[in-house]
T-cell receptor, first 116, second 116 residues
């Protein structure tokens, strides 16, 4: 069975500092990996995804993530955060399941709080 | 672009009452999902649908029913609401495997339900 663990529930950081949000997953099959962002009182939107190929993926708003198969991790990074990056971030894993479609499992979320 | 639209956005129910949440998508997506979001627990899949006329159970289906009579609509019903169903409910849709956007979910803005 798939599972996703986000290792930090909250991450406070000063503006313009780098940040890393950690995500580990477990699955018995090949998976697709995602990071979603949720701003207050909004739905989730895709930040970036890993399907195959290069293990370093770049997303919107300057975020990037690295897929590490041996460590089953998919950590999210940004070299310099802005106040506007304050939001909740969700790591997610999905695989193809029968009879079709994707079953996506989410982590508990990490609240990023950027301070001035 | 409307994307995924959920109605209503807010609702307060008394224990034992019934209600239906409506999700509509205008992207011609095959797959649709209902999640609930609770603090510290991320998103948990309630039910999903891989096409018109088909539905299946997710991680936490008890107390909920769904229907997908039209491709663009996915209804979530609570027959007898309980306080444990107080949550924020998110509908999502995703395109099928042939589009190249494998696994990406498109979310509505959420429906906040309180059961007293």
């Amino acid at each position: 069975a798939q599972s996703v663990t986000q290792l930090d529930s909250q991450v406070p950081v000063f503006e313009e500092a780098p940040v890393e949000l950690r995500c580990n997953y477990s699955s018995s099959v090949s998976v697709y990996l995602f990071w979603y962002v949720q701003y207050p009182n909004q739905g989730l939107q895709l930040l970036l995804k890993y399907l195959s190929g290069s293990t370093l993926v770049k997303g919107i708003n300057g975020f990037e993530a690295e897929f590490n198969k041996s460590q089953t991790s998919f950590h999210l990074r940004k070299p310099s955060v802005h106040i506007s990056d304050t939001a909740e971030y969700f790591c997610a894993v999905s695989d193809v399941y029968k009879p079709g479609g994707f079953k996506t499992i989410f982590g508990a979320g990490t609240r990023l709080f950027v301070k001035a | 672009n409307a994307g995924v639209t959920q109605t209503p956005k807010f609702r307060v129910l008394k224990t034992g009452q019934s209600m239906t949440l409506l999700c509509a998508q205008d992207m011609n997506h095959e797959y649709m999902y209902w999640y609930r979001q609770d603090p510290g627990m991320g998103l948990r899949l309630i039910h999903y649908s891989v096409g018109e006329g088909t539905t299946a159970k997710g991680e936490v289906p008890d107390g909920y029913n769904v229907s997908r009579l039209k491709k663009q609509n996915f209804l979530l019903g609570l027959e007898s609401a309980a306080p444990s169903q107080t949550s924020v409910y998110f509908c999502a849709s995703s395109p099928d495997l042939r589009t190249g956007r494998s696994g990406e979910l498109f979310f509505g803005e959420g429906s906040r339900l309180t059961v007293l």
